[in-house]
């Protein structure tokens, strides 16, 4: 078992920066693969960014690539969440999730934090 709480959500006008972290406590972080996704109002989860458990080989939504860069710290148990040159597209509640294994589908996680708000103005 893990648990995730996120942090750092906010309100920020377009083209503006948020960083996001999430910690975990519970069984160690290290062993497993970390996601970001994220949820709009009236629409589905969205898959945002993910990284291995060794922390290589991170890959993003087309969306967000060269926007945002997700990073782990596995000494530290957190795994955060850069967000840079935000759009009005990009407000919504952002979840940390684990899993076995990397995968842009939110089926394949197994844990799931309760969410932080992001909102960007235009």
């Known amino acids: 078992q893990v648990h995730l709480v996120e942090s750092g959500g906010g309100f920020v006008q377009a083209g503006g920066s948020l960083s996001l972290s999430c910690a975990a406590s519970?069984?160690?972080?290290?062993?497993?693969?970390m996601g970001w996704f994220r949820q709009a109002p009236g629409k589905d989860r969205e898959f945002v960014a993910a990284i291995a458990k060794n922390g290589r080989n991170p890959y993003y939504a087309g969306s967000v690539k060269g926007r945002f860069t997700i990073s782990r710290d596995n000494a530290n148990n957190t795994i955060d969440l850069q967000m840079n040159s935000l759009k009005p597209e990009d407000t919504a509640v952002y979840y940390c999730?684990?899993?076995?294994?990397?995968?842009?589908?939110?089926?394949?996680?197994?844990?799931w934090g309760q969410g932080t708000q992001v909102t960007v103005s235009s």
């Open positions: 999730t684990a899993g076995g294994y990397c995968h842009s589908e939110y089926e394949k996680y197994d844990y």
């Open positions: 519970g069984r160690t972080v290290s062993t497993y693969a």
